[in-house]
């Protein structure tokens, strides 16, 4: 009862957290269109259209890319590893999703991601540490959380994120131009409310940072509820809280880890060792003992 219990409470929390989300992109959008025209309305058409926009382009292009830039190499045979090729088939089958595809990164610190818009074009990456240093059971849960990852659709959540926090940063940067060139020549509206207008340029020049808080929030949020996902798939919680415990002990960054995907891996990649607002990832102590307590 508890398992599903937390994964409602986190499913209902990330909605929030996005519905937030979605209302911070609009309100970037309403306070150019306020601040350069004195109308709001032209920023409330004109975010939603360029938002889409850019959304399908970074989805169009996300897994190949994302395999990449972490120098995954491919596997297409179980003969290549078999191990690894059967315990990613039996948690996609006991997920009902499709098999994903399985990369393997040649690195030695041990850790894993998930990739892929949706179970029909998911794909799986392993660093040869995690084959090497991780027993057999904490492997198997390794994979179940990314698995869950795939399951509840967390990638594109995380994709789609991603894309906005560039949308934020993108139209704040022309908002402040704009602002500024027209500032230059001289062309205010006078009939223009001074408390709206100190507010608005408040929230652009914060906007960016409120952003990447909010996306590293939803990102925190979806790792616990792939924990309790994947700890649902193995029926086995306390391989996972192992496996976490040995990968968050080892200091050695994944050199093979690129910045941009350093959200999707199973633990902080870059061992940043940061904590609360700024921590792509949830504490691994408190991961430990929620996977612990089931």
């Known amino acids: 009862m508890i398992l599903y219990e937390q994964i409602r409470k986190n499913k209902i929390k990330t909605v929030f957290i996005v ?10 959008g309403v306070v150019i269109s306020y601040l350069n025209y004195g109308d709001p309305l032209p ?54 999703v499709p098999m994903p595809r399985i990369f393997i990164i040649n690195d030695a610190s041990p850790n894993a991601f998930a990739t892929g818009l949706k179970p029909e074009k998911a794909a799986v990456a392993v660093t040869t540490g995690l084959l090497d240093q ?16 795939i399951k509840n659709y967390d990638v594109r959540l995380a994709t789609v994120t991603l894309a906005l926090v560039s949308v934020i940063a993108i139209m704040s940067d022309i908002g402040s131009r704009m ?14 409310n001074p408390i709206f207008m100190i507010v608005g340029l408040v929230l652009l020049i ?24 994947g700890a649902e798939l193995t029926r086995n919680p306390d391989a996972l809280a192992s496996a976490l415990e040995k990968i968050a002990n080892i200091q050695t960054p994944v050199k093979e ?30 991961r430990i003992a929620r996977l612990r307590s089931m």
């Open 206 to 229: 914060l906007a960016p940072l409120i952003a990447t808080l909010v996306n590293l929030a939803i990102s925190r949020n979806r790792e616990f509820l792939a924990d309790a996902s």
């Open 134 to 149: 991780l027993t057999r059971e904490e492997i198997e849960g390794v994979i179940a959380h990314e698995v869950a990852h």
């Open 43 to 96: 920023g409330l058409i004109f975010t939603p259209v360029f938002s889409l926009f850019y959304i399908g382009i970074v989805i169009m292009s996300s897994t190949n890319i994302v395999m990449k830039m972490n120098h995954a190499q491919e596997i297409t045979s179980v003969d290549q590893h078999r191990f690894l090729w059967h315990t990613v088939e039996n948690m996609a089958m006991v997920a009902r």
């Open 257 to 286: 880890a690129s910045r941009a995907s350093a959200s999707l891996y199973f633990s902080d990649p870059l061992k940043k060792k940061l904590s609360g607002l700024f921590s792509t990832h949830p504490n691994p102590a408190e």
């Open 19 to 28: 519905a937030g989300f979605v209302l911070l992109v609009l309100g970037v």
């Open 179 to 192: 602002l500024f060139f027209r500032s230059v020549g001289g062309r205010r509206d006078n009939n223009q």
